[in-house]
């Protein structure tokens, strides 16, 4: 069996690449059942990796709102 990169070790963007690439051969009329598979298979591990990835990124931009003289959490509102 070939051996798997780790999705949360891959930079956001490449993952982000990979589930796009993945998507479109899913998109392609003749794939065959069993890639099809393999293929949801990855692009539901790559889309958690993505996911947890943004989740972090956002507790970190939470952390960095200042608020008057002191730094806050607050929610992230990306209309801001």
Do not use: H, Y
């Amino acid at each position: 069996m070939a051996k798997q990169t780790e999705p949360a070790a891959v930079p956001f963007e490449q993952s982000l690449s990979e589930l796009e690439g993945v998507v479109k051969e899913l998109e392609k009329p003749d794939v065959p059942l069993e890639k099809a598979i393999e293929l949801f298979e990855k692009g539901v591990r790559m889309s958690e990796a993505c996911r947890k990835q943004l989740a972090e990124a956002e507790t970190r931009i939470e952390m960095l709102v200042k608020k008057g003289e002191k730094v806050e959490a607050g929610p992230f509102d990306a209309e801001e």
